[in-house]
T-cell receptor, first 114, second 114 residues
Framework: DTGVSQNPRHKITKRGQNVTFRCDPISEHNRLYWYRQTLGQGPEFLTYFQNEAQLEKSRLLSDRFSAERPKGSFSTLEIQRTEQGDSAMYLC????????????FGPGTRLTVL | QKEVEQDPGPLSVPEGAIVSLNCTYSNSAFQYFMWYRQYSRKGPELLMYTYSSGNKEDGRFTAQVDKSSKYISLFIRDSQPSDSATYLCAMSTNSGGSNYKLTFGKGTLLTVNP
């Protein structure tokens, strides 16, 4: 158990609806990453936080996606106006930023857009 | 050409076999190399982390990095049915900032048959 939790674990929604996912890393994780994984593929980087600052966003993160990490603790990832192509596993990873930054993943949120 | 190439398999071996998993990469800036294990519908679990070229051993697992050939390997000795999972290679580089975002291979699906 990495100590990183994600909720909900599964989300089924209809196209056009908004969804929000939450990630709770352990307190030592000052770095937090979001990745997206589709079937048969490895995870792809979406965005990165150091403490509360969002320092990098992938071009995969369209305008419909927004992420926050208030107070540098938990993080949320919101998708507005969901599309069927958003169906994927959304993974959160925490890191302690000790030079090499080993990342520990949560169990993921599986999103299905109907 | 993708930055990280990994044969997706599937790979099926008998219990007790030695398993060899490999990845190649094209970005010479990659400095840190990891292997993750992912069970179906779960988050990736860190198995091995290496920085320099050479071998690193941890129990039944050995990770090899050859930076000159841009090639990394994971060996599993005395494979067990519980090793059946998808194995993901991942790499990162410190581009001068604090973001150690991971670039993953597609993953290799391994089945160890009792």
């Amino acid at each position: 158990d990495t100590g990183v939790s994600q909720n909900p674990r599964h989300k089924i929604t209809k196209r056009g609806q908004n969804v929000t996912f939450r990630c709770d890393p352990i307190s030592e994780h000052n770095r937090l990453y979001w990745y997206r994984q589709t079937l048969g593929q490895g995870p792809e980087f979406l965005t990165y936080f150091q403490n509360e600052a969002q320092l990098e966003k992938s071009r995969l993160l369209s305008d419909r996606f927004s992420a926050e990490r208030p107070k540098g603790s938990f993080s949320t990832l919101e998708i507005q106006r969901t599309e069927q192509g958003d169906s994927a596993m959304y993974l959160c990873a925490g890191g302690q930023g000790t030079g090499t930054d080993t990342q520990y993943f949560g169990p993921g949120t599986r999103l299905t857009v109907l | 050409q993708k930055e990280v190439e990994q044969d997706p398999g599937p790979l099926s071996v008998p219990e007790g076999a030695i398993v060899s998993l490999n990845c190649t990469y094209s970005n010479s800036a990659f400095q840190y190399f990891m292997w993750y294990r992912q069970y179906s519908r779960k988050g990736p679990e860190l198995l091995m982390y290496t920085y320099s070229s050479g071998n690193k051993e941890d129990g039944r697992f050995t990770a090899q990095v050859d930076k000159s050939s841009k090639y990394i390997s994971l060996f599993i000795r005395d494979s067990q049915p519980s090793d059946s999972a998808t194995y993901l290679c991942a790499m990162s580089t410190n581009s001068g900032g604090s973001n150690y975002k991971l670039t993953f291979g597609k993953g290799t699906l391994l089945t160890v048959n009792p």
